[in-house]
């Protein structure tokens, strides 16, 4: 007779962070919660990673490799055609959970009954800058479909989805390599309800090494694929403005994140014209355009010197954020 199926099943994306991905399967691992299943999906790893996952010595870790590098997504849906739970959890292989994150989810849920997503907030603990606060700074609940357009973003790593409904809207889009989870949002936000916690559960860890989040290449094409995707629909259903300010957002996202890489490396000329490609998109670009300009004008270390000192003003702390 087969084993009834867990309560929830946890994801683990990792790709060559065998010096990260022990820290997050610890963290799930140590789940005051144990009614779980653990996937952890090797995204065609060259580095210890299956050394590192093979020396977790825990029956309920199971282990699956794609040979070739396929991107998040597809590791996230080798997890989800794998996964038995009524609820489905994933944890990215930087950031870790609270001791008791899948039990206050949980929890908070059964309270929520009609949500298809339920999501905290999380500690954000940037390696590059003295500077810590809860993401996303508002919490919303409800059809959150128009909050989305306003770049509002829950952490994938934050929420606790219904399996059926994960499955009923396709999974995760295997053709955007760093705004899936924008994709998927608005997709789920079309079917369900999302309930917010403002509890931080996670701890999110910014860091020097590479992030999908900073990688200013696929950032852009993923903003194209969104616009291509979406962009008729949401005009006609939130109006030209609404569309207008969405794009400009996705857009900017990009280009804030090529003028930061620029002045990394000295290249403020390429910064420069960074920013003056946002400004042509104000003003939904302000907040982004100006932290491009300050870093065209001061350089990269004095811009970073500066942003640890303000970070605990809550004024400067919501407009970096932006």
Same mark, same amino acid.
């Given at each position: ?27 799930? *691992? ?88 339920? +999501? ?27 909050? *989305? ?46 309930? $917010? ?45 609404? +569309? ?41 670009? $302000? ?5 491009? *300009? ?5 350089? +990269?270390?004095? +811009? ?15 407009? *970096?954020?932006?």
């Amino acid at each position: 007779m087969m084993d009834r199926p867990q309560r929830v099943s946890v994801a683990i994306p990792t790709w060559n962070r065998a010096h990260l991905v022990g820290r997050a399967i610890r963290s799930a *691992l140590a789940q005051t919660f144990q009614d779980f299943e653990l996937c952890v999906v090797d995204d065609g790893s060259t580095d210890g990673t299956r050394e590192v996952v093979a020396g977790m010595v825990n029956a309920r870790v199971a282990y699956v490799r794609h040979e070739k590098n396929g991107g998040i997504s597809r590791a996230r849906n080798t997890a989800l055609a794998r996964a038995r739970g009524e609820w489905m959890a994933f944890l990215d292989d930087d950031n870790e959970w609270a001791p008791d994150y899948l039990e206050r989810q949980l929890a908070f849920a059964a309270s929520r009954p009609g949500a298809g997503m339920v +999501y905290c907030r999380a500690r954000r603990h940037d390696a590059r800058a003295s500077r810590h606060g809860l993401v996303p700074s508002t919490v919303w609940e409800g059809r959150v479909f128009r909050h *989305l357009l306003k770049e509002w973003v829950p952490l994938m790593s934050c929420a606790l989805l219904r399996r059926s409904i994960l499955i009923e809207v396709g999974g995760l889009d295997e053709s955007l390599g760093a705004m899936e989870d924008r994709d998927l949002w608005m997709r789920l936000a079309q079917r369900t309800d999302f309930a $917010g916690n403002p509890d931080a559960l996670v701890v999110r860890h910014e860091h020097l090494g590479i992030q999908l989040s900073r990688n200013c290449q696929v950032l852009a094409r993923d903003a194209a694929a969104l616009d291509r995707k979406w962009g008729v629909m949401v005009q006609a259903s939130c109006g030209r403005l609404a +569309y207008r300010r969405w794009r400009g957002n996705l857009l900017t996202n990009a280009e804030l994140c090529r003028a930061m890489r620029a002045a990394e490396a000295g290249r403020r000329g390429e910064a420069a014209r960074a920013a003056w490609r946002m400004a042509r998109l104000l003003p939904w670009s $302000g907040p982004r355009t100006a932290r491009a *300009l300050a870093l065209t004008v001061l350089g +990269y270390p004095t +811009y970073r010197r500066l942003v640890s000192a303000a970070w605990a003003r809550p004024a400067i702390r919501d407009l *970096l954020s932006r």
